[in-house]
C-alpha cells in the first residue's frame, strides 16, 4: 500500500482525485495540504473537508498550504472550468469548513511514515515551501509524484505551458532542483485520461454511496466546460486522477528519465524543458517523466476503484 500526502487545490479534476484516493485500497491517503489553485485557498479547504465528510474521513488531517505564489501576484482562478466554488454545480454545506492545521504538521507527517510517497496536482507553491523549510525532505519521502508539464505539445493555459508550472514557475523550478525521485505526469500523458458522461454512468449503476452520489453533477459540469474549450471533445481529461492511478499501476504508462527545466518569465513562462532526443536510458537523470499513456487500462482502473464502497475500518 501506498502511503501519500497530497497536495492539492480543488477544483474539480482535483477533487475527483481526492475521491479516487479515497476509494483506491491501495493508497492511504495521510494528509491532504489545501492550497490555492483552481479556486483560492478558503474554498479549497472546504472543499476537502466536505469531500471528507461524505466519505467519513474526517481524521485526515486537512493542512494550511499557501495563498499565491512566490511572486506575489494575485492568482487567477477558473470558475468557468470548475465552477464557482470548484466543484462545478455543488456547494458544500456552510457547515463543513474543515480545521486547518499549522504547515509545519507536514513535517510530522513525514516522519511518522516511513516510506512516504508526496503526490502534487495543483501549483507547486506549498511544495516549494516544504523545500525550502526542510533541509532533507528528499531524504524522508521515498518518492514525489507532480502533475504538470507540458513536452513538445501546446499547453492548457498559454500556446505553451501547462496550468500548475504556469501558476508559479519559480516554485516549480525549484521543486525540481532540489529534490530527488520525482516523476512527473504532464499533458502528453493526461491530456488523454478522458472519462465520458457514460463511464459515469457505469460507476453510478455499480455502487452507492456519497462520494459518487455527486459525480455525474461534478462531471456534466466539466465536460460541458471542456466542450467549449475543446470542440468535439466527448468528455474531460481528469489530469490529476491519472496521476495517482499511475502511481497505483506504474506499468500503465511509457516513461523515460530526463532532467527538467522550467522557464520562469516571459512568453515561455512556465514551460517545462527536457531534452526528448532518443538515446540510451540514463536512470541517473532526476526525472521520470511519463509520455503515453495505456488509456484502456487506465479506464479500466478508474471505473473499478470509483466502483468500490468506501473502505471501513
Do not use: C, W
Not at 170 to 195: Q, Y
Not at 226 to 240: F, M, N, Q, T
Amino acid at each position: 500500500m501506498k502511503k501519500i500526502l497530497l497536495f492539492a487545490d480543488p477544483g474539480i479534476d482535483d477533487s475527483i482525485a481526492i475521491i479516487y484516493a479515497l476509494l483506491n485500497p491501495e493508497i492511504e491517503v495521510v494528509g491532504i495540504v489545501s492550497s490555492y489553485g483552481n479556486v483560492d485557498k478558503k474554498q479549497a479547504t472546504e472543499n476537502v473537508a466536505y469531500l471528507l465528510e461524505l466519505a467519513n474521513k474526517t481524521d485526515i488531517p486537512i493542512i494550511g498550504g499557501t495563498t499565491r505564489p512566490f511572486s506575489g501576484e494575485i492568482p487567477t482562478f477558473y470558475p468557468e472550468i470548475h465552477g464557482p466554488e470548484g466543484l462545478g454545480p455543488i456547494v458544500p454545506p456552510e457547515n463543513i469548513a474543515g480545521e486547518l492545521l499549522n504547515f509545519t504538521e507536514i513535517f510530522n507527517i513525514i516522519d511518522q511514515n516511513p516510506g512516504l510517497t508526496i503526490v502534487d496536482v495543483g501549483r507547486n507553491t506549498s511544495l516549494a515551501t516544504a523545500v525550502i523549510l526542510s533541509d532533507d525532505l528528499s531524504e524522508k519521502v521515498k518518492e514525489f509524484y507532480i502533475m504538470g508539464g507540458a513536452f513538445l505539445v501546446p499547453g492548457n493555459v498559454t500556446p505553451y505551458a501547462e496550468a500548475n508550472f504556469y501558476g508559479d514557475p519559480v516554485a516549480s523550478s525549484l521543486v525540481f532542483d532540489s529534490l530527488k525521485n520525482i516523476t512527473v505526469i504532464p499533458l502528453n500523458v493526461s491530456n488523454n485520461s478522458i472519462v465520458t458522461k457514460q463511464h459515469v454512468a457505469t460507476i453510478q449503476e455499480s455502487t452507492q454511496n456519497p462520494l459518487i452520489d455527486i459525480l455525474d453533477e461534478v462531471m456534466d459540469y466539466y465536460i460541458n466546460a471542456y466542450k467549449k474549450l475543446i470542440p468535439g471533445l466527448v468528455g474531460a481529461p481528469l489530469h490529476d486522477v491519472v496521476t495517482l492511478s499511475l502511481l497505483a499501476n506504474p506499468d500503465m504508462g511509457r516513461f523515460i528519465y530526463r532532467d527538467v527545466q522550467i522557464q520562469q518569465t516571459g512568453k515561455t513562462k512556465g514551460v517545462s524543458i527536457a531534452d526528448l532526443r532518443v538515446k540510451p536510458e540514463d536512470t541517473d537523470k532526476n526525472v521520470r517523466i511519463y509520455l503515453e499513456l495505456d488509456y484502456p487500462l487506465f479506464l479500466e482502473d478508474f471505473i473499478r476503484v470509483m466502483s468500490t464502497k468506501i473502505p471501513t475500518e
